[in-house]
């Protein structure tokens, strides 16, 4: 149980590095960065419920 709430607090670290670096990069950077981001979002998203499940059993 420990382990999951370690890794569930590192991956809401690393989605808030991530706002972080988006925040510091100009709006002008190439639409494919932005659908790179996306996609880690949604995986990250996907992560994150997994974990829950498994914490709540």
């Known amino acids: 149980m420990l382990l999951y709430t370690k890794v569930f607090i590192s991956l809401f670290d690393i989605t808030f590095i991530r706002n972080a ?29 997994k974990l829950m499940t498994l914490c709540l059993h």
Not at 22 to 49: A, C, G, M, R
């Open 21 to 49: 670096l988006v925040d510091e990069i100009p709006f002008s950077k190439t639409l494919n960065f932005l659908f790179v981001q996306k996609k880690i979002v949604t995986l990250l998203s996907v992560v994150k419920i």
